[in-house]
Each structure stands twice: as structure tokens, then as C-alpha cells.
């Protein structure tokens, strides 16, 4: 069931506040990684970057012409609801990387990473990966609103 003009309304401003959420933590991923050893700092943005085929820079990116594209809703212009309809796809593959990270982190030595930073850096991804699949959810069904004639 389509959702009405007021509950699309409240998924676009969900979205755009969960947006800017994702885009923090991304500037903040980043600044963590370029403070890391030259070699742990390429390993993490070789890994994201072959994964995801995009680095933290186009993330945020993405993340920013995503969240500006909701603006304009919900009488989206075609260049934003194709915005919208390219980033979807992609939400998921970032959603698919961040649910990998944890068997990721089983290959860093621990004295790398102690238990207790291990089990938060578990936890915080878990709830990224939660936040990430709602986000999806709400994106799609905005797409899905705003595509039917009507």
C-alpha cells in the first residue's frame, strides 16, 4: 500500500536526517582512518573502495546529492528521483559491506585491537548495518511513492 501524502512526508524527513547521520559517521570513519598507519590506512581505503566501488570521499558524496535530491520531494524533478533511483542500489551495497566488517575484524591481530574495542566496534557496526537496511526501506518505499503516476 502506497503510503499517504502525510507518511511520505515523514519518510522523506527521516531520511534526510538519517542522511545526515550517515554522512557524520562516514567524516568521522574517515577521520579515524587517515589517523591510522600508512599501511592500515590504505589497507581500510583499498578495502572499502574495492568493495564498495567507492572511496570515503564519494561516499559522502553520494550521501549529500541523496539527501539533496529529498528536498525537492515530493514533487521530485527527473533529476533528482533519478538521484534517488541510482543511489537505492547502492545504499544496499554499503548496507552489504558494513554487515561484512565484523568477520573483517577477525583478521586484525589483537594487539591491534583489544577485546573490549573489538566487541564496541562489532556493536557499532550491528547497529549501522540496522540503521542502514531502515534507511533502504524508507528509500524505496519514497521511490516507489513518487514513480507511480498518480
Not at 62 to 83: E, W
Request: glycine share 6%; charged share 25%; no cysteine.
Amino acid at each position: 500500500m502506497a503510503p499517504t501524502a502525510d507518511e511520505l512526508e515523514a519518510l522523506i524527513r527521516e531520511s534526510q536526517t538519517a542522511l545526515s547521520e550517515m554522512e557524520q559517521q562516514l567524516r568521522k570513519t574517515q577521520a579515524a582512518v587517515s589517523g591510522l598507519g600508512f599501511f592500515a590506512r590504505g589497507f581500510v581505503e583499498k578495502d572499502i573502495s574495492s568493495a564498495t566501488g567507492r572511496g570515503f570521499d564519494n561516499w559522502i558524496d553520494a550521501i549529500v546529492r541523496l539527501r539533496d535530491a529529498l528536498l525537492d520531494a515530493p514533487a521530485f524533478s527527473p533529476q533528482h528521483l533519478k538521484v534517488l533511483t541510482d543511489e537505492l542500489p547502492q545504499v544496499g551495497v554499503l548496507r552489504n559491506y558494513v554487515q561484512s566488517a565484523p568477520q573483517k575484524m577477525g583478521k586484525v591481530p589483537a594487539a591491534v585491537l583489544k577485546p573490549q574495542q573489538r566487541a564496541e566496534f562489532v556493536q557499532r557496526v550491528a547497529d549501522q548495518e540496522a540503521e542502514l537496511r531502515v534507511l533502504e526501506a524508507k528509500l524505496r518505499s519514497i521511490a516507489s511513492a513518487v514513480s507511480q503516476p498518480g
